[in-house]
C-alpha cells in the first residue's frame, strides 16, 4: 500500500482508494518484533528504536468516540480498545477507532487511528499483528469538495458505488472484489506486511481472494499466515446504500424483494459467522447429556458428522480411558493414545480394519498429531500432500491408511481441560468438499475446548465411580459360601444415586461350637464419612463376635463404640448366631428391619417378630435377643431397607414383596438371590444401596457329632486319644488318627497340667473339616510360648497350630474352649 505522511493532503493515489498503513508485530513477551515504514511515519518512532521495545510504550492510545458517528459510522464500535489486544486479553480478531496521545517527530499532536489486531498462533514467537491508519487521510478522501453531492455514482461493471469499493480497499483484511484495478500493484505489496512470502505466493493468494470472496490461510515452513477478513468495517456502510436504493427503486414504483433490506445485506462473512455459531450452540446441545465416559464419547464423534466434517477419530489418553485419574506431565512421544471412537460418512467398515476402535498407539514428532497434543492449539492441513500422507501411514503397520487420507483437509483439535491434554479429534474432510480454513479451525477449537469440559466431567465422574466402587468392594467381605452347618449367598448393589458409595454391609464369622454369626448393618447416610463408619462397625462387629458374646451384649457394646466415635453416626443392625448341632438361631436386633425365615417342611414364609430395639448410636437403649428352633434346610434372609424401601410407598409394601419372592423355589442360593432382586429391584424408585445376605441352615446330624466328658487327671489324656482313634476309624478317617490324636493329646494335657476346672469336655465334629473341641471351667485364655531348649513347658500350642488348619479360643459363660479345625483327606 502506498505510503505517506500523517496530515497530508490526499494524493491521487490516495484518491484511487489507497492510504497509508502501519504495520506492528508483536511477540508472545509483548515486544515489538517488526516496525513498518508505515508505523515509523504514523507513530513518529525509527524502526531501531521501535523494535524490542513493549508495545505498550509505542501506542499509547485509548479508546475514542469520534464526533461525526454518521460520518464514521463505518468504524465506530467495531469491538474493545487497543489495549485489550495489545495486553492479549482476547484471542480473536478485533477493530476499532483509537486516539494516539504523545509526542511525535518532536510535536504535540493527536491523531485519530483506525487499527485492525489479528491474533497469531503458530510455532514462531509472533502472537498479534497490528495495523493502524490515519483516520484523517481517510476522512479527508471520504468528505465530497466543496459544493459537490457525496459520490454514490455506481461503477460501470459491478453496479457497486465507488464509496463501497472505496471502502473495501483499505479494509486491511483484503476483502476485495474482482473489479479492483490495482490486483497486481496489491499482489506485489503483499509480502511487505508478510515478509516471508514470495510474490508468486501473493499473487496466487490475491487472485484467490479476489475469486472466492473469502479469507485464505496459507502455511509456511514454519508459519502459519493469516490473511484476515474485514470483519464488518464496511458493512454498516453497504447497508445504508442498499437502504437508499431499495427506498429509490419502491419511491419509482420498481418491484423491492422482502429481505432487500435486512437479509440481503449479510455478506458471506457474516453468515458464515452467523452458521458455525449456530453449529456450536446445537453440537452443545447435543453433548453432555450423560456422564458416562463412553456414552459422551460416541455423542461428541456424532455431533461434528457430517455437518462439520466427513471423518471425525477420537484419541484419548490410556490412562483417561482406564479411569486412572488426571494425566501428570506433557504428553511425548512415548505416550500411548487409545482410539475410542471413529465417525464417518464413507461406506460401511471402510475404516474398521485399518483404524479399528481400541487400538493404543503412540505418534512421533513429525506429525501434526504431535503438534497438537504438544502445544494444545488446533493444527490445520488445508491438503494432506503425498508425502505428509506417507509419514501418517508409516504408523500403521501393514495397513495402508494413504488411500483413505490423501489431498482430504484435516483439522486436528486437542481435547483440553484446565490445561492438559486430554485427547484429540481428527477431522478429515472429502476432497470435493472445502478445504477447512481460519474460521474451521477457531470453530474446531471452540467445539473442542466444549468437547474437552464434557469428557473432563464425564472422565472425574467414571475416576470418582471407580475409586467409590474399589473403596466400598474393599469394605464388604469376601464371605465363604460354605460354613460348619449352612450354606451363604450375597448380594450387594450400589446406590444409584450419585457417589454409590453407602454405609451398607454384611458379613459371617466363624465361631467356636461349629457355630456362625450373621450379620446386616445399615449405616444411615451415603457418601465416604458413612463408608468409614461403615467399615468401623463392620470391624468391631468381627472383634466382638470372635469372643463369642451374647447377641445382645455384643450389640450394647457396638452401641457403646458408636458414642465414642461421634454422636451424629446412627446405625442399624441385624445379628444373628446359628448353632447348627442344636439346630437353633439366636438373634439380636437394633432398629434394623426384620429377616425373613423360609421353612423347608412346607415353603412358608415370615417376618420374624423381634424386639426391635433402638439403631446403634442412640445410646442409653437395652438390647434383648430371641432364641428360636430351625429345621434343616430352612432358610434365613436378611438385608437391608435400600431393597424394601421406595420412596412414595409404604415400607408394608416391600416387605410383603420381600416375603413373597423368599418363598419361591429355586435351584440353587444365587438363583434364589437373583430371584428376590428382579422382584423388587423392578419397582423402580430405588436410589438407596442394597446388602442381601442369605443363609440355608443345612444344620450338622448328630451322627456326625461325637462328645466325651474326662475327668481332670493325666491318666485321661491316653483315654481321650483312644476314643479318637476309635471314632475316627467309624468315620472312615483312618489317615487323621495320628494327626488328631496328638492335638487332642495335648489340649488336654493342656488342661490338665494349666487349668482350674472340675470337668473337661472334648467334642469332634464332621462337616466340611474336622473339628477338635476342648472345654473347661477355667476363663484364663491360653496363648503362644516361646519355649527354649531346656524348658519344659510351652510347646503344646505351637504343636497344635503347626498341624491344624486353624485354631483358636473363646471364653464362654461357664469357662473357655480352645478348639482347632484339620483338613479332610482327598477322596
Same mark, same amino acid.
Not at 567 to 584: G, K, M, Q, R
Not at 712 to 734: F, I, K, T
Given at each position: 500500500?502506498?505510503?505517506?505522511?500523517?496530515?497530508?493532503?490526499?494524493?491521487?493515489?490516495?484518491?484511487?482508494?489507497?492510504?497509508?498503513?502501519?504495520?506492528?508485530?508483536?511477540?508472545?513477551?509483548?515486544?515489538?518484533? $517488526?516496525?513498518?515504514?508505515?508505523?515509523?511515519?504514523?507513530?513518529?518512532?525509527?524502526?531501531?528504536?521501535?523494535?524490542?521495545?513493549?508495545?505498550?510504550?509505542?501506542?499509547?492510545?485509548?479508546?475514542?468516540?469520534?464526533?461525526?458517528?454518521?460520518?464514521?459510522?463505518?468504524?465506530?464500535?467495531?469491538?474493545?480498545?487497543?489495549?485489550?489486544?495489545?495486553? *492479549?486479553?482476547?484471542?480473536?480478531?478485533?477493530?476499532?477507532?483509537?486516539?494516539?496521545?504523545?509526542?511525535?517527530?518532536?510535536?504535540?499532536?493527536?491523531?485519530?487511528?483506525?487499527?485492525?489486531?489479528?491474533?497469531?498462533?503458530?510455532?514462531?514467537? +509472533?502472537?498479534?499483528?497490528?495495523?493502524?491508519?490515519?483516520?484523517?487521510?481517510?476522512?479527508?478522501?471520504?468528505?465530497?469538495?466543496?459544493?459537490?453531492?457525496?459520490?454514490? +455514482?455506481?461503477?460501470?461493471?459491478?453496479?457497486?458505488?465507488?464509496?463501497?469499493?472505496?471502502?473495501?480497499?483499505?479494509?486491511?483484511?483484503?476483502?476485495?472484489?474482482?473489479?479492483?484495478?490495482?490486483?497486481?500493484?496489491?499482489?506485489?505489496?503483499?509480502?511487505?506486511?508478510?515478509?516471508?512470502?514470495?510474490?508468486?505466493?501473493?499473487?496466487?493468494?490475491?487472485?484467490?481472494? =479476489?475469486?472466492?470472496?473469502?479469507?485464505?490461510?496459507?502455511?509456511?515452513?514454519?508459519?502459519?499466515?493469516?490473511?484476515?477478513?474485514? @470483519?464488518?468495517?464496511?458493512?454498516?456502510?453497504?447497508?445504508?446504500?442498499?437502504?437508499?436504493?431499495?427506498?429509490?427503486?419502491?419511491?419509482?414504483?420498481?418491484? !423491492?424483494?422482502?429481505?432487500? %433490506?435486512?437479509?440481503?445485506?449479510?455478506?458471506?462473512?457474516?453468515?458464515?459467522?452467523?452458521?458455525?455459531?449456530?453449529?456450536?450452540?446445537?453440537?452443545?446441545?447435543?453433548?453432555?447429556?450423560?456422564?458416562?465416559?463412553? &456414552?459422551?464419547?460416541?455423542?461428541?464423534?456424532?455431533?461434528?458428522?457430517?455437518?462439520?466434517?466427513? %471423518?471425525?477419530?477420537?484419541?484419548?489418553?490410556?490412562?483417561?480411558?482406564?479411569?486412572?485419574?488426571?494425566?501428570?506431565?506433557?504428553?511425548?512421544?512415548?505416550?500411548? @493414545?487409545? &482410539?475410542?471412537?471413529?465417525? $464417518?460418512?464413507?461406506?460401511?467398515?471402510?475404516?474398521?480394519? !485399518?483404524?479399528?476402535?481400541?487400538?493404543?498407539?503412540?505418534?512421533?514428532?513429525?506429525?501434526?498429531?504431535?503438534?497438537?497434543?504438544?502445544?494444545?492449539?488446533?493444527?490445520?492441513?488445508?491438503?494432506?500432500?503425498?508425502?505428509?500422507?506417507?509419514?501418517?501411514?508409516?504408523?500403521?503397520?501393514?495397513?495402508?491408511? *494413504?488411500?483413505?487420507?490423501?489431498?482430504?483437509?484435516?483439522?486436528?483439535?486437542?481435547?483440553?481441560?484446565?490445561?492438559?491434554?486430554?485427547?484429540?479429534?481428527?477431522?478429515?474432510?472429502?476432497?470435493?468438499?472445502?478445504?477447512?480454513?481460519?474460521?474451521?479451525?477457531?470453530?474446531?477449537?471452540?467445539?473442542?475446548?466444549?468437547?474437552?469440559? !464434557?469428557?473432563?466431567?464425564?472422565?472425574?465422574?467414571?475416576?470418582?465411580?471407580?475409586?467409590?466402587?474399589?473403596?466400598?468392594?474393599?469394605?464388604?467381605?469376601?464371605?465363604?459360601?460354605?460354613?460348619?452347618?449352612?450354606?451363604?449367598?450375597? &448380594?450387594?448393589?450400589?446406590?444409584?444415586?450419585? #457417589?454409590? !458409595?453407602? #454405609?451398607? @454391609?454384611?458379613?459371617?464369622?466363624?465361631?467356636?461350637?461349629?457355630?456362625?454369626? =450373621?450379620?446386616?448393618?445399615?449405616?444411615?447416610?451415603?457418601?465416604?464419612?458413612?463408608?468409614?463408619?461403615? /467399615?468401623?462397625?463392620?470391624?468391631?462387629?468381627?472383634?466382638?463376635?470372635?469372643?463369642?458374646?451374647?447377641?445382645?451384649?455384643?450389640?450394647?457394646?457396638?452401641?457403646?463404640?458408636?458414642?465414642? =466415635?461421634?454422636?451424629?453416626?446412627?446405625?442399624?443392625?441385624?445379628?444373628?448366631?446359628?448353632?447348627?448341632?442344636?439346630?437353633?438361631?439366636?438373634?439380636?436386633?437394633?432398629?434394623?428391619?426384620?429377616?425373613?425365615?423360609?421353612?423347608?417342611?412346607?415353603? *412358608?414364609?415370615?417376618?420374624?417378630?423381634?424386639?426391635?430395639?433402638?439403631?446403634?448410636?442412640?445410646? #442409653?437403649?437395652?438390647? +434383648?435377643?430371641?432364641?428360636?428352633?430351625?429345621?434343616?434346610?430352612?432358610?434365613?434372609?436378611?438385608?437391608?431397607?435400600?431393597?424394601?424401601?421406595?420412596?412414595?410407598?409404604?415400607?408394608?409394601?416391600?416387605?410383603?414383596?420381600?416375603?413373597?419372592?423368599?418363598? $419361591?423355589?429355586?435351584?440353587?442360593?444365587?438363583?434364589?438371590?437373583?430371584?428376590?432382586?428382579?422382584?423388587?429391584?423392578?419397582?423402580?424408585?430405588?436410589?438407596?444401596?442394597?446388602?442381601?445376605?442369605?443363609?440355608?441352615?443345612?444344620?450338622?446330624?448328630?451322627?456326625?457329632?461325637?462328645?466325651?466328658?474326662?475327668?481332670?487327671?493325666?491318666?485321661?489324656?491316653?483315654?481321650?486319644?483312644?476314643?479318637?482313634?476309635?471314632?475316627?476309624?467309624?468315620?472312615?478317617?483312618?489317615?487323621?488318627?495320628?494327626?488328631?490324636?496328638?492335638?487332642? /493329646?495335648?489340649?488336654?494335657?493342656?488342661?490338665?497340667?494349666?487349668?482350674?476346672?472340675?470337668?473337661?469336655?472334648?467334642?469332634?465334629?464332621?462337616?466340611?473339616?474336622?473339628?477338635?473341641?476342648?472345654?473347661?471351667?477355667?476363663?484364663?485364655?491360653?496363648? =503362644?510360648?516361646?519355649?527354649?531348649?531346656?524348658?519344659?513347658?510351652?510347646? /503344646?500350642?505351637?504343636?497344635?497350630?503347626?498341624?491344624?488348619?486353624?485354631?483358636?479360643?473363646?471364653?464362654? *459363660?461357664?469357662?473357655?474352649?480352645? @478348639?482347632?479345625?484339620?483338613?479332610?483327606?482327598?477322596?
Amino acid at each position: 500500500m502506498e505510503q505517506g505522511t500523517p496530515g497530508e493532503p490526499p494524493t491521487q493515489s490516495a484518491a484511487s482508494g489507497r492510504i497509508p498503513l502501519a504495520v506492528v508485530v508483536v511477540d508472545g513477551a509483548g515486544l515489538v518484533s $517488526h516496525w513498518s515504514v508505515g508505523a515509523r511515519r504514523l507513530f513518529g518512532y525509527e524502526k531501531e528504536d521501535a523494535v524490542g521495545r513493549p508495545v505498550g510504550d509505542l501506542l499509547p492510545v485509548h479508546g475514542a468516540i469520534p464526533e461525526d458517528r454518521e460520518s464514521y459510522g463505518a468504524f465506530d464500535g467495531l469491538g474493545p480498545d487497543l489495549e485489550t489486544s495489545l495486553d *492479549r486479553r482476547i484471542s480473536y480478531p478485533a477493530a476499532g477507532r483509537a486516539r494516539l496521545t504523545g509526542s511525535r517527530s518532536g510535536s504535540d499532536c493527536r491523531v485519530d487511528v483506525l487499527w485492525w489486531a489479528y491474533p497469531l498462533v503458530g510455532p514462531g514467537p +509472533e502472537r498479534l499483528l497490528v495495523l493502524a491508519a490515519d483516520a484523517a487521510r481517510l476522512a479527508a478522501y471520504d468528505e465530497p469538495e466543496s459544493g459537490q453531492e457525496p459520490r454514490t +455514482e455506481r461503477n460501470g461493471r459491478t453496479g457497486r458505488s465507488e464509496r463501497e469499493l472505496r471502502v473495501e480497499r483499505i479494509a486491511p483484511g483484503f476483502a476485495l472484489h474482482t473489479d479492483f484495478p490495482g490486483a497486481d500493484e496489491l499482489a506485489a505489496r503483499l509480502p511487505e506486511i508478510l515478509p516471508s512470502m514470495s510474490v508468486g505466493e501473493s499473487a496466487r493468494i490475491v487472485a484467490q481472494v =479476489l475469486e472466492l470472496g473469502y479469507p485464505v490461510l496459507e502455511f509456511s515452513h514454519h508459519d502459519r499466515v493469516p490473511v484476515t477478513p474485514d @470483519w464488518g468495517v464496511a458493512r454498516r456502510a453497504e447497508r445504508k446504500e442498499r437502504r437508499q436504493r431499495a427506498a429509490q427503486a419502491a419511491a419509482r414504483g420498481l418491484p !423491492v424483494a422482502p429481505d432487500a %433490506v435486512d437479509d440481503e445485506g449479510e455478506d458471506l462473512e457474516y453468515a458464515a459467522v452467523r452458521e458455525h455459531l449456530e453449529f456450536l450452540n446445537e453440537v452443545s446441545g447435543r453433548i453432555g447429556s450423560s456422564l458416562d465416559l463412553s &456414552r459422551t464419547i460416541v455423542e461428541v464423534s456424532r455431533a461434528v458428522v457430517p455437518r462439520f466434517t466427513d %471423518v471425525a477419530g477420537t484419541y484419548l489418553r490410556e490412562q483417561v480411558v482406564a479411569g486412572e485419574g488426571f494425566p501428570e506431565g506433557p504428553p511425548d512421544e512415548t505416550t500411548m @493414545w487409545h &482410539r475410542v471412537a471413529v465417525e $464417518h460418512t464413507d461406506e460401511p467398515g471402510r475404516w474398521d480394519d !485399518v483404524v479399528p476402535v481400541g487400538e493404543s498407539m503412540p505418534f512421533p514428532a513429525h506429525t501434526p498429531f504431535f503438534q497438537c497434543m504438544t502445544s494444545g492449539d488446533p493444527v490445520l492441513v488445508p491438503r494432506i500432500t503425498e508425502e505428509m500422507g506417507n509419514a501418517i501411514a508409516s504408523q500403521f503397520e501393514k495397513r495402508d491408511i *494413504r488411500p483413505l487420507i490423501n489431498h482430504r483437509s484435516m483439522l486436528v483439535v486437542p481435547l483440553k481441560a484446565r490445561n492438559v491434554v486430554l485427547g484429540f479429534m481428527i477431522l478429515l474432510r472429502h476432497r470435493e468438499r472445502p478445504v477447512f480454513n481460519d474460521m474451521d479451525r477457531v470453530t474446531g477449537a471452540e467445539l473442542a475446548a466444549r468437547a474437552g469440559l !464434557v469428557l473432563d466431567n464425564a472422565r472425574m465422574y467414571t475416576y470418582q465411580e471407580s475409586v467409590a466402587d474399589t473403596l466400598q468392594d474393599s469394605m464388604l467381605p469376601h464371605i465363604q459360601p460354605r460354613m460348619p452347618g449352612c450354606d451363604i449367598a450375597t &448380594r450387594y448393589l450400589p446406590g444409584t444415586l450419585l #457417589g454409590r !458409595v453407602g #454405609g451398607d @454391609w454384611f458379613d459371617s464369622v466363624k465361631l467356636p461350637g461349629s457355630r456362625t454369626a =450373621l450379620v446386616v448393618g445399615d449405616v444411615m447416610g451415603h457418601g465416604l464419612n458413612s463408608a468409614a463408619m461403615m /467399615g468401623q462397625l463392620r470391624t468391631a462387629v468381627q472383634t466382638m463376635a470372635a469372643l463369642d458374646l451374647p447377641p445382645e451384649q455384643l450389640l450394647r457394646n457396638l452401641d457403646d463404640l458408636a458414642q465414642r =466415635l461421634g454422636e451424629h453416626y446412627l446405625a442399624t443392625c441385624l445379628y444373628a448366631v446359628y448353632d447348627p448341632i442344636a439346630s437353633e438361631l439366636n438373634l439380636a436386633n437394633a432398629g434394623h428391619i426384620p429377616p425373613v425365615l423360609v421353612r423347608a417342611a412346607d415353603g *412358608r414364609s415370615e417376618l420374624l417378630d423381634l424386639p426391635t430395639g433402638a439403631p446403634i448410636g442412640v445410646g #442409653g437403649v437395652p438390647f +434383648e435377643s430371641v432364641t428360636m428352633r430351625v429345621a434343616p434346610g430352612d432358610r434365613l434372609l436378611m438385608c437391608t431397607d435400600g431393597l424394601v424401601e421406595v420412596r412414595g410407598e409404604d415400607i408394608g409394601v416391600g416387605l410383603a414383596t420381600l416375603t413373597e419372592s423368599a418363598a $419361591h423355589p429355586a435351584a440353587s442360593m444365587d438363583d434364589a438371590c437373583d430371584t428376590i432382586i428382579r422382584a423388587l429391584n423392578t419397582r423402580g424408585g430405588r436410589k438407596d444401596d442394597v446388602a442381601l445376605l442369605m443363609a440355608r441352615l443345612n444344620g450338622i446330624p448328630a451322627e456326625n457329632v461325637a462328645h466325651w466328658r474326662l475327668a481332670v487327671d493325666p491318666a485321661e489324656v491316653g483315654r481321650a486319644r483312644d476314643m479318637v482313634r476309635a471314632q475316627l476309624r467309624g468315620w472312615s478317617l483312618e489317615g487323621l488318627s495320628d494327626t488328631a490324636e496328638l492335638v487332642v /493329646g495335648e489340649l488336654v494335657t493342656n488342661v490338665v497340667r494349666h487349668a482350674r476346672s472340675s470337668r473337661i469336655d472334648l467334642r469332634m465334629v464332621r462337616s466340611g473339616v474336622l473339628v477338635c473341641e476342648v472345654e473347661d471351667e477355667d476363663q484364663t485364655l491360653p496363648t =503362644l510360648l516361646s519355649a527354649g531348649p531346656a524348658d519344659e513347658f510351652g510347646r /503344646g500350642l505351637r504343636v497344635v497350630s503347626g498341624l491344624a488348619k486353624e485354631w483358636g479360643t473363646s471364653r464362654t *459363660r461357664a469357662g473357655k474352649t480352645v @478348639w482347632c479345625e484339620l483338613a479332610l483327606p482327598r477322596r
